[in-house]
């Protein structure tokens, strides 16, 4: 199974992340990412597949993204895909990883 090498946002993402920096007060995109990550992964269903537009300047390496438990979300990230890869067809991890966090971005920014 492939790995993921950036993670790319797109502008509305970017958007709604500094609205959340300015009402968390976290001053970093990882760690807003992450739980974002989180929070989609933990819904139980498979969010809709859509085209998202790498269209920001944010971007950050996998290991930027994950921090010190890279591995471990990497193996969380696998399994949720392919038990999701058993209805997905050809989906890519790096896709699946990209509707989750913009599911995720989109629930934590409703949440607050």
């Known amino acids: 199974m492939q790995?993921?090498?950036?993670?790319?946002?797109?502008?509305k993402q970017k958007q709604q992340l500094i609205i959340l920096k300015r009402k968390t007060g976290?001053?970093?995109?990882?760690?807003?990412?992450?739980w974002a990550l989180c929070m989609s992964l933990a819904?139980?269903?498979?969010?809709?597949?859509?085209?998202?537009?790498?269209d920001s300047n944010v971007e950050m390496t996998?290991?930027?993204?994950?921090?010190?438990?890279?591995?471990?979300?990497?193996?969380i990230l696998k399994e949720a895909y392919r038990k999701f890869a058993k209805t997905a067809g050809d989906t890519e991890l790096s896709t699946f990883v990209k509707i989750h966090l913009n599911r995720?971005?989109?629930?934590?920014s409703k949440s607050l």
């Open 3 to 11: 790995g993921i090498d950036i993670i790319r946002l797109s502008e």
């Open 62 to 75: 996998w290991k930027t993204f994950a921090g010190e438990f890279s591995e471990l979300y990497l193996t």
């Open 43 to 54: 819904d139980p269903t498979v969010p809709p597949k859509e085209d998202i537009p790498s």
């Open 26 to 34: 976290i001053e970093n995109w990882n760690v807003l990412c992450r």
């Open 104 to 108: 995720g971005i989109n629930l934590y």
